[in-house]
């Protein structure tokens, strides 16, 4: 029934997407906020599809800690569920990104009506000048910014360093962070075609106050605080307990 459901899912996702995608790209002449509001519909479907056909709903706590004024958030980073779940928590944001998404038909022009940060990866100056330029304009034009802190898909139990280019972005730019924990990867693994009925937990961490503080005093902050929740809401047994 596990790939019955998620078979269902992923065949009305397809379906719905070759039809929204080209309305998204009408949204073209329109406000940024016209575009993002009307772009994310299709991440709104997605969460309420998910629900209904494979169980997967999800939590959220710590939404009093969201500040009135935007920041930049630190988001682990495990599947592809959070992408779409953080449209919902928070408000008009962009994403940093590798460039070649944009380059995707339909998905990627999609993408590029929401002015993400999009990277050059194969160089790191030239990667960490486009996020500081980027990041600091978009966060002047009062979007949010979404950074995964991991730079890619990690598994759950699994943790890689934290770099540094976000946490240089918060210290140049004196934008809080706001640091998020989930556990989505436990029920919608990196790259795994079947979804997990459950509930996933989304914790929203107190923004942390990056002004005067080095980028490395900023990713210890962030850091020990989105493992410490992650260990506390994951489903996966710990040493401790397999001992």
Aim: glycine content about 6%; hydrophobic content about 45%.
């Amino acid at each position: 029934m596990l790939f019955v459901r998620s078979l269902l899912y992923q065949v009305v996702i397809i379906v719905f997407t070759l039809f929204f995608a080209p309305l998204c790209l009408l949204t073209f002449p329109f406000p940024f906020e016209t575009r993002y509001n009307f772009i994310r519909r299709w991440a709104h479907f997605n969460l309420w599809w998910l629900k209904k056909t494979c169980g997967l709903d999800y939590r959220v706590s710590g939404v009093e800690n969201i500040p009135a004024t935007n920041a930049i958030i630190f988001c682990k980073h495990q599947s592809v569920w959070e992408t779409l779940v953080l449209q919902e928590i928070f408000p008009p944001q962009v994403w940093l990104l590798k460039r070649e998404l944009l380059w995707v038909p339909f998905f990627g022009w999609g993408l590029a009506l929401l002015e993400p940060i999009a990277i050059d990866r194969k160089s790191r100056r030239e990667a960490m000048r486009q996020l500081l330029e980027q990041g600091k304009k978009r966060l002047e034009d009062g979007r949010w910014v979404v950074i995964f802190p991991e730079g890619t898909r990690v598994a759950p139990g699994q943790k890689k360093a934290y770099q540094k280019g976000g946490a240089i972005l918060a210290e140049k730019t004196g934008y809080p962070v706001v640091p998020v924990a989930h556990n989505a990867g436990e029920y919608w693994p990196r790259r795994s075609f079947i979804k997990r009925p459950g509930t996933i937990q989304v914790v929203i961490g107190p923004p942390i106050d990056t002004r005067g503080k080095t980028y490395q005093e900023i990713n210890r902050e962030a850091e020990a605080w989105i493992e410490a929740r992650l260990a506390e809401i994951s489903t996966l047994p710990s040493p401790d307990r397999s001992e």
